[in-house]
């Protein structure tokens, strides 16, 4: 099937920072991605939708300049965490959508604010 | 490494009647989320099932964990339109801490 990698898996950062996680497409084409973001013990929220070359949407109550995303190619989205603080510490998972509507996932990425 | 294995893979069903999706687990499951997603958009988290035999409903579509936390199963009632789309069931992994795995997923196709 069909692979999406993230980048990196697991981050550290102190308070304050900015933090880029990459979302690729490996083998396909993927014109949608989607941001989520998962709190322990609880399901998958989705953040925005991203589609290439466009600016992304998204869901309400997701701060737009706190969770930067760029969707640069058909291979690449990015999230970018603008000024992290421990709330925003999480587990974020992304995931593309292939010409056939199949939605393929990403391993994810910890990111822990000190 | 924990599995989920969904079944059917997809199904075709007359507006109206009633269907239901299943979702086997290779391991005890702790968490068994059931998600949809219409055809080009995000997830939409359905609900979340995590004792053994509890049972939620949400409008018309109902979902079980059975009483050995191995398996779900999603029923939708008198089917609608609507109802079309993808449903995903994802449970926490027990590897790395939190982290959900999915099942392939079943596509829905409700005829008018």
């Known amino acids: 099937g069909a692979v999406v990698s993230q980048h990196p898996s697991r981050v550290i950062c102190k308070s304050g920072t900015s933090v880029k996680i990459e979302c690729r497409s490996l083998?396909?084409?993927?014109?949608?991605m989607f941001w989520y973001r998962q709190f322990p013990k609880q399901s998958l929220m989705l953040m925005a939708t991203s589609n290439e070359g466009s600016k992304a949407t998204y869901e309400q109550g997701v701060e737009k300049d706190k969770f930067l995303i760029n969707h640069a190619s058909l291979t690449l989205s990015t999230l970018t965490v603008t000024s992290a603080h421990p709330e925003d510490s999480s587990f974020y998972i992304c995931s593309a959508s292939s010409e056939y509507n199949e939605q393929f996932f990403g391993p994810g990425t910890r990111l822990t604010v000190l | 490494s924990q599995e989920l294995e969904q079944s059917p893979q997809s199904l075709i069903v007359q507006e109206g009647k009633n269907l239901t999706i299943n979702c086997t687990s290779s391991?005890?499951?702790?968490?068994l989320y059931w998600y949809k997603q219409k055809y080009g958009e995000g997830l939409i988290f359905l609900m979340m099932l995590q004792k053994g035999g509890e049972e939620k409903s949400h409008e018309k579509i109902t979902a079980k964990l059975d009483e050995k936390k191995q398996q779900s199963s999603l029923h939708i009632t008198a089917s609608q339109p609507s109802h079309a789309g993808i449903y995903l069931c994802?449970?926490?992994?027990?590897?790395?801490?939190?982290?959900?795995?999915f099942g392939a997923g079943t596509r829905l196709f409700v005829k008018a």
């Open positions: 994802g449970a926490d992994g027990l590897f790395g801490g939190f982290k959900t795995i």
């Open positions: 391991k005890t499951l702790y968490g």
């Open positions: 083998d396909f084409q993927a014109t949608t």
